[in-house]
């Protein structure tokens, strides 16, 4: 399978689409994520993949679907930048959500991240759309949606990749319990 993927990636450089297989019902099983080197690669024939959508349609999904609670949308680097100075300055742990509106994985999981930023409330809880900020998630080298990265002092010292409920209210326990007691 991933010989065919890598086929049809260099075969269609030009116009590319990326479907989430978890949207094709029976093309493929991913179990908790929806992994780059598993999308299906459609090239642009005249036919019709999906209605399009503004940019703006696209975000207000994405901070309707992904944010709320205590859960803060990266639309900038800049913005980033500012929630991790911020983090610092608090003392708290981030959890950064790499995710994209097209990923049903990731849909599947925002309720529980929002209901965890209500309950810990000591942790910073960020989503950043892969889609939006193309470059910086390349940058940390996101091979599949959603994957959680764990930072304190801006330093990476977990990771999770999927969409596993279990793992991720588990990851987010030892960080509170190893977290130094604040006066």
């Not at 479907?19 to 999308?39: A, M, Q, R, W, Y």
């Not at 742990?93 to 409330?121: D, H």
């Not at 596993?164 to 509170?176: C, D, G, R």
Request: charged share 20%.
């Amino acid at each position: 399978m991933l010989f065919l993927n890598v086929l049809l990636y260099q075969y269609a450089l030009w116009h590319v689409f990326y479907i989430c297989p978890n949207e094709i019902d029976g093309l493929f099983k991913l179990s908790g994520c929806c992994s780059v080197t598993s999308l299906v690669l459609v090239i642009k024939m005249g036919a019709c993949v999906s209605k399009s959508k503004t940019k703006e349609q696209d975000s207000e999904q994405s901070g309707a679907e992904f944010t709320g609670a205590n859960v803060h949308l990266i639309t900038t680097t800049e913005s980033w930048d500012q929630k991790m100075e911020e983090a610092k300055r608090d003392g708290k742990t981030v959890i950064a959500n790499f995710s994209a509106t097209w990923c049903g994985p990731c849909k599947m999981i925002a309720p529980l991240y929002r209901e965890l930023s209500e309950q810990y409330t000591s942790l910073m809880f960020l989503v950043i759309d892969v889609d939006e900020l193309t470059d910086f998630s390349t940058s940390w080298d996101i091979k599949a949606t959603p994957t959680f990265f764990f930072l304190r002092d801006g330093q990476q010292i977990d990771k999770l990749v999927g969409a596993n409920k279990p793992e991720l209210q588990k990851k987010i326990i030892s960080i509170v319990d190893s977290a130094p007691c604040q006066k």
